[in-house]
């Protein structure tokens, strides 16, 4: 059954927007990443234009990401203190992000800049999280593990401690300073805004190697910062570009919140590192799919302008 | 255009005095090789015929494209070619290039002006073997003629005028918006007359506007007659008044879309709670 879609112009059988929503939504509700970086290329591979592409599918995640958190908060792993100081961070992060892509463009070339960064961003961090993560599933003993842990962050915390307007996270059982989660929301915002990508694949391994939160909170948290900027991209896209098709995002919506409960399900019975090394193989799946795009000789030298 | 219907020529007292005296004949026999000029055009242009079964094809939510017959009557014995275009736009559109000698990127854009955004030609027989260029380029048969009208910048030279214009119509024939195909219209002899058909599958790609149809007749390499048609593509009822919204009150319509999103992620965690419990 086909339905059409007043905004992308086109034509679509539902089962695929459905389908393609259930997949997404899956792994938004088990890892809490928006799942951006795979659902654009996808809508665009059936036809619909890049940038309506790339506004409705920041629309769907905003149903997937509330899907997502309300099972995640059920569950009690969503903390909001925390989320709310990341975003504070990732939005004045985007807003910096989007001046200092006019002037990288102003400087030229910063299309291959902003490319290679991306590949080298993803490579690396999915190749830390895989073998972090094996390394941790290898070794099992707790004991071992925590102390571990405790040597990094003697490493690591010193800095951090001595910062002002330290703060306790209940949920996520750590204190750090406001300015910490503000400033890593802050980067993360920025590296989001310049790539164009909604940054869950950044904020996830930020939120569990730097401020060191358990892994089931940081997918709930992170699905509450991923639910807040998609609200605010669909305004921006559907108020600016009017590219936001609803009937398209219905479809999406209808697969992905289903998925985002599941995923929420199925991820309660994975483990911290399995969950890490699943999300490391997505992310480093991704990152050869960009890599063959890039060296392989394209089947068409022109492409529509929007999207990525 | 406003014709004057009496220029001095026909004016009797434009002439001298002596030649008034043959104005009388001379009056009645330009009167009658005007009758005779405006009755064989008028034949002329009577000779071929062009029909569209549909000329208002409606986009609602089920709309998965169409099918169009284009069909009418010539003279026996000529070629025929019929041409699809929509009205002229601008495009532009990324070009992929190589930096660094290794990696495919966008290496910035292109203009395309004067583009149909739809482009079919078909035609009796293999276009080149049925008319001289130049009345292809007169009427934009072709790809060729296409490329000559197109407005591509910035190119720096002819050779890259014609590799962007290739790249140019197979994306457009990637989206099955642009095709020249032969052979497929379907003539019949009909006494000293012959009558034409064709059917084309409508692409649910082509977007909302006029479009015309255009038929030609052919003899000798050129084009003796030619008639039009219209085709009319219009969003209605719901999608008309989403595609409406979108456009003209952006505002709203990015509020309503976040409330659904947010509602239904609500409303499906609910359900699941529900199922859960039991």
């Known amino acids: ?308 | 255009m406003k014709i004057n219907l009496k220029p001095q020529i026909l004016n009797p007292n434009y002439y001298p005095k002596k030649l008034k005296i043959f104005w009388g004949p001379l009056y009645y026999l330009l009167a009658v090789i005007a009758v005779l000029v405006l009755t064989v055009s008028g034949k002329a242009s009577a000779e071929l015929t062009i029909k569209a079964n549909h000329d208002h094809i409606k986009i609602d939510f089920f709309y998965h494209g169409d099918e169009v017959t284009v069909s009418g009557t010539s003279d026996a014995g000529v070629d025929l070619m019929v041409k699809i275009t929509s009205p002229e736009t601008h495009l532009v559109m990324k070009k992929k290039g190589k930096v660094a000698g290794l990696l495919w990127m966008n290496v910035g854009t292109l203009n395309f002006e004067h583009t149909p955004n739809l482009y079919f030609l078909h035609s009796t027989r293999g276009i080149e073997e049925l008319l001289a260029q130049e009345e292809m380029d007169k009427e934009i048969i072709g790809y060729d003629a296409l490329m000559k009208h197109v407005g591509i910048t910035p190119i720096e030279n002819d050779y890259e005028r014609e590799k962007w214009f290739k790249e140019f119509v197979r994306f457009k024939e990637d989206s099955r918006l642009y095709n020249i195909a032969s052979g497929d219209i379907t003539v019949t002899e009909a006494g000293n007359r012959q009558e034409y058909f064709i059917k084309l599958p409508w692409p649910y790609q082509a977007q909302p506007g006029e479009y015309t149809i255009t038929v030609y007749a052919i003899r000798d390499k050129r084009i003796s007659e030619k008639a039009e048609a219209k085709v009319l593509v219009e969003q209605v009822g719901g999608v008309e008044v989403l595609a409406d919204m979108a456009k003209n009150n952006g505002a709203l319509y990015g509020i309503i879309s976040i409330v659904v999103a947010v509602a239904a992620g609500f409303g499906v965690g609910m359900i699941f709670r529900k199922g859960g419990s039991h």
């Open chain 1, 1 to 308: 059954m086909y339905l059409y879609l007043p905004v992308a112009l086109t034509s679509i059988s539902i089962f695929i927007p459905v389908g393609l929503g259930l997949v997404v939504g899956l792994l938004s509700g088990l890892f809490g990443v928006g799942g951006g970086f795979l659902m654009t290329p996808l809508l665009m591979m059936f036809g619909i234009p890049p940038v309506v592409a790339a506004a409705t599918d920041a629309n769907q995640i905003v149903a997937a990401s509330t899907s997502g958190t309300y099972a995640h908060w059920r569950m009690g792993n969503v903390d909001f203190k925390m989320g709310i100081h990341l975003l504070v961070g990732s939005f004045i992060g985007g807003l910096t992000g989007v001046q200092l892509i006019k002037i990288l463009r102003a400087m030229g070339n910063a299309d291959f800049t902003i490319k290679l960064t991306y590949v080298i961003m993803l490579g690396s961090v999915g190749t830390y999280m895989f073998f972090e993560s094996l390394s941790a599933l290898r070794k099992k003993g707790i004991t071992e593990k925590a102390g571990k842990e405790q040597k990094k962050e003697s490493a690591v915390g010193r800095f951090l401690k001595s910062l002002p307007l330290q703060t306790h996270y209940e949920k996520s059982g750590v204190t750090h300073s406001i300015l910490v989660p503000v400033f890593l929301g802050g980067f993360v915002g920025i590296l989001a805004a310049i790539m164009g990508v909604g940054g869950g694949f950044l904020m996830v391994p930020v939120m569990v190697y730097m401020l060191r939160m358990p892994m089931h909170v940081v997918v709930g948290t992170s699905l509450f910062q991923v639910l807040f900027t998609c609200i605010e991209v669909t305004f921006l896209q559907a108020y600016t570009n009017h590219a936001v098709d609803f009937i398209l995002a219905v479809l999406l919506l209808l697969g992905s919140t289903i998925g985002a409960q599941i995923g929420a399900a199925f991820g309660k019975r994975l483990k911290g590192e399995q969950l890490r090394i699943l999300l490391a193989c997505i992310v480093l799946a991704v990152t050869v799919k960009i890599i063959l795009e890039l060296t392989l000789t394209p089947s068409l030298f022109i492409a529509q302008t929007g999207g990525h």
